[in-house]
């Protein structure tokens, strides 16, 4: 799915930590051995041809914005019509069909509570099916920038985000990040001059806000699909609260387990509070790993479901702040 190994290292070794100075892409030829222009002139090439969604970053739930991620119960026959109804809602950032009763899964994004809760009202008024709102309790791993070649590797656990520094006028910078910085020289620059800020206060606001963890990941955001992890597997496990602690992390310990979290429930409805992603090139592949979780202790007896993705609709940056009129 890549061209040569050089692709191979900048979307590897760069999937996070982009260098935070005037230059980053001078900076990461020279450790990869080429030119500015090179890479500048690569990332362009997998943006245009959908392996990578952009260079920026990836900005966690319900800081300076609201998320939660949703589901629609959908006929077989309107699938393409619901699906495109939800994709006319701003704010939807991914939209995936899954298998199962809840079919179509999307993450709604908004800048507050009330406009997030205002978007799902429309699609609930545009395709006449109740939304499942499930909002994230707990982050155990929401990191994604996990090595596209070699052996499976853990994901690091996440740790809390620090809200007290966040400042007048980051969720712009946020959002400008999220939708992804200019391929040319001097990005930071770029962006400053849009948010009339300094260079050197935007680069430092970005180390700051990704120090803090209210930004997840700042570097080359991959579409995993485009690249050959074709399957995607949301297993969720239905456990009491007082054990979801120890399982989630243990979950997030097993190398190919790409995210875990814990979300709201909705009794009756949907009684599943652990969720688990898995990416893999193959459905055996993302078995095997599934194997690992249920022989975790933590997991033992816990019933689940496996909910694999069969179309990819949308899947884009968040909605934090509102385009201008």
């Not at 985000?161 to 001097?186: C, F, I």
Request: with cysteine.
């Amino acid at each position: 799915m890549l061209d040569d190994d050089l692709d191979l290292r900048l979307l590897n070794d760069f999937q996070r930590d982009l260098p935070l100075v005037p230059q980053p892409f001078a900076t990461i030829a020279a450790r990869l051995g080429t030119h500015e222009a090179e890479v500048i002139a690569r990332l362009r090439r997998l943006q245009d041809g959908g392996r990578i969604a952009r260079v920026g970053a990836t900005c966690r739930p319900n800081t300076a914005g609201a998320s939660t991620l949703a589901a629609l119960q959908v006929p077989p026959a309107r699938i393409d019509e619901v699906a495109a109804l939800v994709g006319d809602e701003p704010g939807v950032n991914h939209s995936y069909l899954r298998e199962g009763d809840w079919n179509l899964w999307f993450v709604a994004t908004a800048p507050d509570a009330r406009k997030l809760a205002a978007s799902l009202a429309r699609i609930e008024a545009a395709t006449g099916l109740t939304v499942l709102s499930l909002p994230l309790v707990r982050a155990f791993n929401i990191d994604l920038g996990f090595p596209l070649d070699g052996p499976r590797r853990s994901m690091a656990l996440d740790r809390p985000a620090d809200l007290s520094v966040l400042r007048p006028g980051d969720a712009a910078l946020m959002q400008a990040l999220s939708t992804g910085l200019s391929l040319e020289p001097r990005p930071f620059a770029a962006l400053a001059r849009s948010l009339h800020m300094p260079e050197a206060a935007i680069i430092e606001r970005i180390d700051m806000l990704a120090r803090a963890r209210l930004l997840t990941r700042v570097g080359v955001i991959v579409r995993h699909r485009a690249l050959g992890w074709r399957e995607n597997a949301m297993v969720v496990w239905q456990l009491p609260d007082a054990a979801i602690p120890a399982a989630g992390a243990a979950l997030s310990a097993i190398p190919g387990v790409t995210l875990c979290y814990q979300r709201r429930t909705v009794p009756g409805v949907w009684d599943w509070p652990l969720f688990c992603m898995i990416h893999a090139r193959s459905r055996p592949e993302a078995m095997a790993v599934l194997d690992q979780a249920r022989a975790l202790p933590e997991l033992a007896g816990a019933a689940h479901r496996i909910l694999f993705s069969t179309r990819c609709f949308r899947q884009r940056g968040a909605t934090i702040v509102e385009a201008a009129a």
